[in-house]
């Protein structure tokens, strides 16, 4: 069961970058505003679903190490996101993957 939850959030991760990918140039900044569908700690991997005005935008991230996570102002684990917070993510392209730079959690 595992497995398979971490097979597909791995498959959701990779859409998403796909997705993404496209929109946005290698060193470009942006953020996403939105809530956490998906941490893989395993990975370093966060999925945040931004509403736009077009619907919703699907981000997927691997963390960049040592990038900051906070909650209201202090440091926390990206241990501590959970599916369901409300964040903002920034982040950027390194080549053809989305790397994020930092969360913050509300």
């Known amino acids: 069961m595992l497995r398979k939850?971490?097979?597909?959030?791995?498959?959701?991760?990779?859409?998403?970058?796909?997705?993404?990918a496209g929109t946005i140039?290698?060193?470009?900044?942006?953020?996403?505003?939105?809530?956490?569908?998906?941490?893989?700690?395993?990975?370093?991997?966060?999925?945040?679903?931004?509403p736009i005005e077009?619907?919703?935008?699907?981000?997927?991230?691997t963390m960049k190490k040592g990038a900051p996570v906070t909650r209201k102002g202090s440091a926390i684990s990206l241990s501590d996101i959970k599916v369901g917070d409300k964040v903002t993510l920034t982040y950027t392209r390194e080549g053809d993957r989305l790397v994020g730079l930092d969360i913050k959690a509300r």
């Open 25 to 50: 140039t290698p060193g470009e900044t942006r953020q996403a505003v939105g809530t956490v569908s998906a941490v893989d700690l395993a990975a370093a991997a966060v999925v945040v679903e931004a």
């Open 5 to 20: 939850l971490l097979i597909s959030m791995a498959l959701l991760l990779l859409a998403a970058a796909m997705v993404t």
């Open 54 to 61: 077009a619907g919703t935008l699907t981000v997927g991230v």
